[in-house]
Every structure is written in C-alpha cells, then in structure tokens.
C-alpha cells in the first residue's frame, strides 16, 4: 500500500503479509475438533520457545490481563513489584487495586533492579510473591534475570513473576532452569503479530498456590485454564485469528531456527548501536543492561525529536517513538524486534540521517 506507515517503535512492530494472510483462514467453533487440534499442535514448540515441560496457554488478551491475574492469583500475603520504569511501576498500581498488600522495589528509570537490592527486600520475609519485568520497554533497559533468578531460589515460598513481554523469543528465557513461576509475554511485540493475544506458562508449585486463594477471579484464573488446557481449549472464547496467525508465526520461528532467530535480534541491536555512537548519541540505559529488542536513545544532542519523527514519516513512511512518559522528547526509542533484517535497519537508518538535520 502506497500510504502504509512502517513500524519501528516498540509495538505494535510491523506485521507480515503471511501473518495477515494466516489470519484470514475460514472461522472453525472453539470448541472443536479442528480447534483442538491447532491448539494442541501448537504446545511442544511453544514450550521450546518457553523453556518449560508446563503448559503454554494462550488469553484473549493484552499481557495486562495475565499480569493481573498472576497478582490475583498468586499472592496471599503481600507482592513486592520490581519497578524500573513506566511498565514496572504501573504493576504496582495494579497490585493496589487488586486488592493486594503490595510493596515498591523502586529504582530511578532506566538503572537495574540488582539481585542484591531483591535480596534485601524479600529478606523482611513480608512478600509471597515477586513481579519482574525482564526488559523495560519504556527506557530499554534489560535486567539481570538469571542473576535475580538465583536470588529467588533462597525464598521458596516467594513466587517468581516474570513479564517478557518485549523480549520474549529474540533471546533464551529458560523458564524452568530459571525457576520462574509464572513467564508472560503478549503478540504484538518480536513475535510480529497483531495486539490482542497473551501467551503465558504457570509452574507447577504456583498452580498450585492458586488452587489455594479463593478470589482469583474467572477470566484469567489460571485453575480455570488447566482445566480447559486437558482438552485443548480455552476457558473462553479464544481469538482465533490471532491464533491462527501464531502457528503461522511458530513455523516462521522454527524455519529460521530459534538460535539464529536470537542471533539476528542481537546483530540488528549491535547494528543500531553502532549507529547511536557514530552520530554521538548516547544510551539512556548502562552499559551490559541494554535491552536486544530496541534502543532507547537519550537526546543529548535536544533535537526536536516530534519534529525528526514528523519528517520521517512523511518522506520515507517510517516512524520510531518519540519517548515514553516523562522522558518523552528526552529520549527516543528504536525498534529492531520481529521480522527485521540488516537491510531493513539499514534503510530505517539512512532514513534517519537523512532527515535529521
């Protein structure tokens, strides 16, 4: 199309033609065979893509529902929230109104949540459960998740929270070696699918918590998924072109190879870096915590970001964040998740210089 705008902000990213073809496959009834079959037949690589033994269920949903319900569902005592920047300091928020004693692990934007400021807190013995975001969309800053990870290990009766919403399949998130209990991601981000679909795994030991708290909620209770994910379905009306569009998504994954699909993710972050430094930029998070999904770029040079964005868009069709909340025009974000290859970041480069004077 002569008018289409191509995505490079942190999601939606761009979706596929096949993707939107695959969506566009005849209606079937969620209750049915043919259902089943495109359910089931989608759980070994999901799990792959997961690293669990545990069931991949899928909502209907942004990944907000799921991460509420892991709050309603896992915390009986109080959740502490890790919170890091926008996204992570929302979960805090949402705590609250679920009703929740909740607890604020609160760093400045864009530093990480270190495993000893984790092991601190949860040492009070207050917290029951523990919400992670693995890569904060908002400053593009990735953290520490095995380091945490071993942190968690001591506190048995803590579960593990992890939302990977923006870097889910363009690096390994070994849930069950990582002993996480609960890992969340959502459509519209590196899968390069349209929002609207959340993709979710429970451990064995958090089902098992959630059959213990009586106010969990329907929609996203997840005793209510298990059950339903024994016949291969959902607990409601699944959205099925979007599911569609993920199996067709799972054999563009496995095509590629999962490695080579997380090697092409962290070349293509390498290549916008190499970009940020040469036009003397800098990054908005440190360095060894830099998300491999997008680049968060701090203005030190106070260019009129809305205005660059404007001019981009409007002589090359492509457009990249302006910055997310309060350090909108302090900073940009750059989106190299999904289908992206080095010649597309290379145009999407070029473009920029081109229009950034």
Request: hydrophobic share 40%.
């Amino acid at each position: 199309m002569s008018n289409h705008i191509k995505l490079f902000i942190p999601g939606p990213v761009e979706v596929s033609e096949k993707t939107f073809r695959a969506m566009c496959a005849p209606m079937i009834g969620h209750r049915g065979a043919e259902f089943k079959k495109l359910y089931g037949g989608m759980q070994p690589r999901l799990q792959e893509l997961f690293g669990t033994k545990c069931p991949v269920f899928l909502s209907s949903s942004s990944a907000w529902g799921v991460m509420e319900g892991a709050i309603r569902n896992l915390t009986s005592k109080k959740v502490l929230n890790a919170m890091c920047g926008a996204f992570s300091d929302k979960w805090f928020d949402v705590s609250k109104r679920c009703g929740r004693q909740a607890g604020a692990l609160q760093v400045p934007w864009g530093s990480p949540v270190t495993p000893e400021l984790v092991r601190e807190a949860l040492s009070t013995g207050e917290f029951d459960s523990f919400t992670l975001i693995h890569n904060e969309t908002s400053c593009g800053m990735r953290n520490p998740l095995p380091a945490i990870a071993d942190v968690l290990r001591s506190f048995p009766e803590v579960m593990f929270i992890v939302d990977s919403v923006s870097s889910f399949s363009t690096e390994a998130i070994p849930m069950d070696d990582l002993g996480i209990d609960v890992l969340l991601t959502g459509s519209q981000k590196a899968l390069a699918m349209p929002p609207g679909l959340a993709l979710f795994s429970v451990s064995e030991r958090a089902m098992e918590r959630a059959t213990t708290l009586p106010d969990r909620g329907y929609y996203f209770d997840f005793v209510e998924f298990a059950k339903n994910q024994e016949q291969d379905m959902t607990p409601s009306t699944p959205v099925i072109p979007l599911i569609n569009a993920l199996a067709s998504k799972l054999d563009d994954i496995f095509t590629e190879g999962v490695a080579n699909r997380f090697a092409r993710h962290a070349a293509l972050n390498a290549q916008v870096h190499d970009w940020v430094r040469a036009r003397g930029f800098e990054f908005f998070a440190p360095e060894g915590f830099r998300s491999l999904s997008l680049t968060c770029v701090k203005n030190n040079r106070e260019v009129d970001v809305a205005a660059w964005i404007k001019r981009l868009r409007e002589k090359h069709s492509f457009v990249i964040d302006g910055g997310y909340g309060k350090i909108k025009g302090k900073t940009f974000r750059i989106s190299n998740m999904g289908d992206e290859t080095p010649a597309t970041i290379a145009e999407l480069l070029a473009a920029l210089d081109n229009t950034l004077a």
